[in-house]
């Protein structure tokens, strides 16, 4: 190796008493576009077909994922480590900071070396059990969260969750890039807030003008894996803790990455 060359970084290990089959990082390039969202319904899509799924909440910062499933039951400890908390109805198990402080709105003030070590504590510390998907929402942006993730945790693919705007697309990009420098598989790009359905009608309202999300992931080379719409339902179902109650086709359509990780399995 020369003086110039680096080593490359290695990959934390996982609790002994866990054990991972497939690790999805979900991202975005920005905030706002609903990633934490999105997050939740790949976890609740594999676990209502069988699969039994946890969630990382890597956005140490902004954790949403608790109020989501309405959870406020603080994890237990043991010598070997910290046990995640299970979701009421569909047992998914859930990390997340929040769990951790005194009340939900305290506020987590850190630099980013904090940050980074609560997230590789989280893959290092809990005690996941026997999982077949661990979905971590990653907080947005490329800054020492994500690259925590990407660069120590060993990823299967990462989900990158858009919104309509070009704005948020440019974003987009640079997540992307980012993820090639890395060189962590991109399983797909999904759309959220792509539209809202007229009720009375059913008439789909583009509110952020038409998706172009679709063409740039052709454009980029990378699988696109559907748009969700502005749901009114599901708001009401986050604020309430009960997203799992969540039904909608479109949910199912963007669980299509599940066959290019098993492809890539077997390479």
């Known amino acids: 190796m020369t003086k110039t060359e680096k080593s490359p970084i290695e990959k934390l290990p996982t609790n002994e008493l866990s054990s991972i089959k497939t690790v999805i990082a979900v991202m975005s390039g920005k ?7 999105v997050t939740s319904l790949l976890a609740i899509s594999s676990a209502r077909k069988g699969d039994k ?12 994922i608790p109020k989501m499933f309405g959870i406020k039951d603080k994890p237990d400890n043991s010598e070997f480590g910290i046990y995640p908390v299970k979701t ?13 402080l005194a009340k939900e709105d305290d506020p987590v003030i850190w630099r980013g070396p904090l940050i980074a070590g609560a997230v590789r504590q989280f893959w290092t510390d809990v005690i996941w059990g026997d999982l077949d998907y661990l979905f971590i929402d990653l907080p947005p942006g490329t800054g020492d969260a994500p690259l925590t993730v990407l660069q120590q945790i060993p990823l ?6 858009s919104s309509p705007q070009d704005l948020a697309l440019m974003v987009v990009k640079k ?5 090639e420098k890395l060189n962590v598989a991109i399983l797909g790009l999904i759309e959220n807030m792509s539209y809202v359905q007229c009720p009375e009608c059913g008439k789909k309202i583009q ?13 980029m080379d990378i699988p696109f ?5 502005i749901d009114p339902v599901i708001a009401r179902l986050c604020d309430e803790g009960r997203i799992e109650e969540y ?6 359509k963007i669980t299509s990455f599940k066959i290019l990780v098993k492809e890539e399995s077997k390479e």
């Open 31 to 37: 905030g706002g576009v609903g990633k934490s969202t």
């Open 225 to 229: 894996l559907g748009s969700l719409p």
């Open 88 to 100: 009421s109805n569909l047992g998914i198990e859930i990390m997340s900071l929040n769990l951790l």
């Open 53 to 64: 799924v946890g969630v990382l909440d890597a956005d140490i910062t902004g954790p949403s």
């Open 207 to 219: 509110l952020f003008g038409k998706g172009k999300s679709q063409e740039a992931a052709q454009k």
């Open 156 to 161: 299967d693919g990462l989900i990158i969750v």
């Open 175 to 179: 997540a992307v890039k980012m993820a």
């Open 247 to 252: 039904e909608n086709e479109n949910i199912e």
